[in-house]
C-alpha cells in the first residue's frame, strides 16, 4: 500500500517564482496537513484539511502562500511569490478518522529559494 | 508557556543504555499521545502513541504517561546506534471549534555512542 506521495522531492527556485507543491494522501484517510519545518522554527503545522475542506490555516504565513485540496487524492501548496525566507521542507501528511489522530507523513518536498 | 515541550538536546548515551526523553504539555484535556522518530533528512516516522495514564510498551520501546503532571515519556532499553535520530513528542489538543490539532514538540536529538 503506497503511503503519502509528495513531489516534487527538491525544488530549486529564484526569489519571485511561483512554486507548487504537490501531495496525494493515503487512500481513505479523510485528513491532511501541510507542514513546514526548519531548523529555527521546528515542525509548524500550516493548514489541514478535513473531507477537503479546510479546517484550521492559522499556520498559513502570509497571503503569499494558498492550498487547495480539489478532491480526496490530491492537495496543493503554492507559494507565489517566492522568498529566500520560505526555504524550508515542506511535508505532507494525511491521517484517518477511523484512528486516533496518527498522521502518516510523506518523503517532503526540500525547497530552496535563491 | 508553550504547548508542548521538549528538551532539544543533544542527548547522548552509550549503546546498550537506556535513553529516557519527556515531554510536558499544557493542555489538560489532551488524550492522544505519539513519539515521532525522524532520522536526518528523512520525514517523521510514528513509533508509539499512547492514550491511558501509564506504560505502554512495544519492543524496546515503552512510552509512559501521567496526564496528571501533564507529562509523557519515552524510554528505550538496549540503545543502539541506528536509535540516533530527533524524537518528536505530539499531542492532541483540544480545539473549541471541536476539530482536534495535533501540535508537535521541537524534538530531542538522541545520539547513541558505540
Known amino acids: 500500500d503506497a503511503g503519502v506521495i509528495q513531489s516534487p522531492r527538491h525544488e530549486v527556485t529564484e526569489m519571485g517564482q511561483e512554486v507548487t507543491l504537490r501531495c496525494k494522501p493515503i487512500?481513505?484517510?479523510?485528513?491532511l496537513f501541510w507542514y513546514r519545518q526548519t531548523m529555527m522554527r521546528g515542525l509548524e503545522l500550516l493548514i489541514y484539511f478535513n473531507n477537503n475542506v479546510p479546517i484550521d490555516d492559522s499556520g498559513m504565513p502570509e497571503d503569499r502562500f494558498s492550498a487547495k485540496m480539489p478532491n480526496a487524492s490530491f492537495s496543493t501548496l503554492k507559494i507565489q511569490p517566492s522568498e529566500p525566507r520560505d526555504s524550508a521542507v515542506y511535508f505532507c501528511a494525511s491521517s484517518s478518522e477511523y484512528g486516533d489522530n496518527e498522521q502518516f507523513f510523506g518523503p517532503g518536498t526540500r525547497l530552496t529559494v535563491l | 508557556q508553550k504547548e508542548v515541550e521538549q528538551n532539544s538536546g543533544p542527548l547522548s548515551v552509550p549503546e546498550g543504555a537506556i535513553a529516557s526523553l519527556n515531554c510536558t504539555y499544557s493542555d489538560r484535556v489532551s488524550q492522544s499521545f505519539f513519539w515521532y522518530r525522524q532520522y536526518s533528512g528523512k520525514s517523521p516516522e510514528l513509533i508509539m502513541s499512547?492514550?491511558?495514564?501509564g506504560d505502554k510498551e512495544d519492543g524496546r520501546f515503552t512510552a509512559q504517561l501521567n496526564k496528571a503532571s501533564q507529562y509523557v515519556s519515552l524510554l528505550i532499553r538496549d540503545s543502539q546506534p541506528s536509535d540516533s535520530a530527533t524524537y518528536l513528542c505530539?499531542?492532541?489538543?483540544?480545539?473549541?471549534?471541536?476539530?482536534?490539532?495535533?501540535?508537535f514538540g521541537p524534538g530531542t536529538s538522541l545520539s547513541v555512542i558505540p
Open positions: 487512500s481513505g484517510h479523510n485528513s
Open positions: 499512547i492514550y491511558s495514564n
Open positions: 505530539a499531542v492532541n489538543i483540544y480545539s473549541k471549534t471541536s476539530y482536534d490539532k495535533v501540535i
